[in-house]
């Protein structure tokens, strides 16, 4: 498990996940992220910092955005 800061590019309400930019990484984006249904999503904008568990370091999809902050 590991936890790395990025940045909001999108989010999808109906699906509750966003497009993230990991910290470090200039061209690679993960989409479809699932965000924590306790973060409201008026909170989740384009370009706020965001923290992101990952809960298998081999499989990118399986993670989840845990906190939104500036």
Not at 15 to 44: F, K, M
Not at 45 to 66: L, T, Y
Request: charged share 15%; hydrophobic share 50%; with cysteine.
């Amino acid at each position: 498990m590991a936890v790395r800061r990025g940045e909001i590019k999108t989010f999808d309400p109906g699906t509750y996940s966003a497009t993230v930019r990991l910290a470090g990484s200039l061209a690679v984006w993960l989409s479809g992220v699932p965000v924590a249904r306790n973060i409201a999503a008026g909170e989740i904008q384009a370009g706020r910092s965001c923290a992101v568990i990952f809960f298998d370091d081999a499989n990118p999809q399986d993670a989840v955005i845990v906190a939104v902050y500036t």
